[in-house]
């Protein structure tokens, strides 16, 4: 959560955790209302160089004749991490939209027009996949719970971002959301339920040294999501493209149409 005032304004920690708390349930409500796009840079030291830390990447080749679609799988956002906004999503926040919200559109920068989505309807398929650290190329320990975009960019659509996906150069996305339940948690015995909600959440927290730092965070249970989106650099820097070309699964094939079976079938054997 960004909140609508200057932290610098405090002369301690303990002074801005106690007006944190004293007017948490107006700072909810403010959040609540706002649509948090998580596109600003990351300003903790440990998560940039968490960012650094990449074993594999598997987004960076160069497709030098693409297909007219391509098959990308995005990661759109992570768990367990304190980004830029002070939170850390928790596993499980995205359960309940994904169950409800079946309009969640693949953007260009967050921008909403026409010209900026990348896919929709079909074409996108969004889900939460539980993962490791190492699977998505970070030389890191642990599981995070992932939000995923299996999404076909078509070149007609958004010529600019099919291009961008074939070069390998989207390395970073961003969620959409609002918050629907938050929960404020400081370093600080002398709030109990904050500093109990601290002690809860903070084994989550994968840069634990940032959050120590800070001295609090909020937790993020559960998120609405509108859109998912490719940026320049996001809040969260952990959040690669896997593939820019996967091959989806082939459709059950008509067994009235024996002499195209055959041709697709060859056609898979010399891939």
């Not at 150069?169 to 109990?192: A, E, I, P």
Request: charged residues 25%; proline residues 3%.
């Amino acid at each position: 959560m960004i909140l609508p005032f200057n932290k610098s304004d405090f002369s301690s920690k303990k002074e801005l955790i106690k007006h944190i708390i004293n007017n948490k349930a107006e700072l909810i409500k403010h959040a609540k209302s706002l649509y948090k796009e998580a596109d600003s840079v990351s300003f903790f030291d440990n998560i940039n160089s968490i960012g650094r830390k990449k074993i594999v990447i598997k987004s960076n080749e160069f497709i030098s004749d693409p297909p007219e679609i391509l098959n990308v799988l995005a990661v759109i956002n992570t768990t367990n991490i304190l980004d830029s906004h002070d939170d850390v999503h928790i596993p499980g926040l995205w359960t309940k939209t994904l169950n409800e919200n079946k309009r969640i559109k693949h953007l260009q920068e967050h921008k909403k027009g026409f010209d900026y989505i990348i896919s929709s309807h079909k074409d996108l398929k969004a889900y939460i996949e539980t993962i490791s650290w190492k699977n998505l190329g970070y030389n890191l320990s642990g599981n995070t719970e992932a939000l995923m975009f299996d999404s076909s960019v078509r070149k007609e659509r958004n010529s600019f971002m099919h291009e961008q996906y074939a070069k390998g150069y989207v390395d970073n996305h961003s969620v959409g959301m609002r918050y629907v339940k938050l929960v404020f948690c400081c370093n600080d015995s002398d709030f109990g339920a904050e500093y109990e909600a601290w002690e809860k959440y903070l084994p989550y927290v994968i840069n634990k040294d940032d959050a120590e730092n800070q001295g609090y965070f909020w937790a993020v249970t559960e998120a609405k999501i509108i859109e998912g989106s490719a940026v320049v650099d996001g809040s969260n820097p952990l959040t690669p493209t896997l593939e820019n070309n996967k091959t989806k699964p082939q459709k059950a094939l008509s067994q009235t149409e024996p002499q195209k079976a055959l041709d697709i079938q060859k056609m898979i054997s010399l891939m």
